[in-house]
């Protein structure tokens, strides 16, 4: 791009966006500069809002404004049932199922030892004082079904069980709506292992 | 995502971005929001300087912060050449060549009928008044060789040359680099028909 030292900085800001190269970032800048600029404006105002305003639930650690999310302050969701996921989006799409009506704990991450994240990176410490309230009856780990979530599930599950609390694990099996032709084989084998 | 209306605000305005959808603007902020604020800070800043700053050169109608870009100021440039790029980042290619050192007109986009983008949305009027002027000797038309890029490029060479003006368009032919095998057919017919 051409002499414009607020372009080039431009560039340089949107590459810290996951995902987006030196190609897409001046793809990005050349589209709004040129057909957008009030989405600039729009999106600048709602970096600046939401980098002041998005804090932690102090009893999830779930993205919220306030200092207890709406979902931890809902008298009418089980307390008795903890949900663990990995990131505010897996709580999201637990919610869309409307399938679980207990509260949730979000891990904002995963252990990931080759990345130096371990137990204490992921907030274990909070997650053991809050499963140690006497309300709590099950802990259902879903974290994803991945190298890292099932990890972190494992050295989860040994932590809480140790204290002698209840702990399940989301089951692995066939997706609904697949045919098993397509289905990956250590999902065929993980399906006839937990079969019901 | 949960109860935050900054964060959907956030994500919404993150859909803004071309090639962003609605799984990506999410993951976008959910990084920015749990390991990178600085950059969401950095990021508000650099749109709103550059919404603010950017402006195009009145001569070759490129990004710039001034009235005139510096190529366009630049004295020991060949006044006498005029090339047409689609953008700014096509200028950019051309000016990494190392090979040109003549002056620029820059469309900000091309000719898309059915966009409903004729002549007159790109600046054909300024482009012709620039033309007009005394030491301009040649228009090298460098517009992409896209379907769009070639019929801006006729349709630029029809109205230019019947003002008069020596038209030249960049030439087609095979990639450096490349083995015909790989290369296709299009493309080795025209280095054929083009061949010298």
Known sequence: MPDTSSLSSLIEALRRLPGVGAKSAARMAFHLMQHDREGAVLLARSLEGAARAVKHCQRCHTFTESDICNTCLDTNRDASQLCVVETPADQAAMERTGAYKGLYFVLMGKISPLDGVGPKEIGIERLLARVAEPQVREVILATNFTAEGEATAHILA?????????????????????????????????????RR
């Not at 997706?175 to 084998?189: F, K, Q, R």
């Open 158 to 194: 040994h932590m809480l069980k140790s204290r002698g609390i209840q702990v399940t694990r989301l089951s692995r099996g066939v997706p609904i709506g697949s045919e098993l032709e397509y289905v990956d084989l250590g999902t065929i084998a993980h399906a006839l292992e937990d």
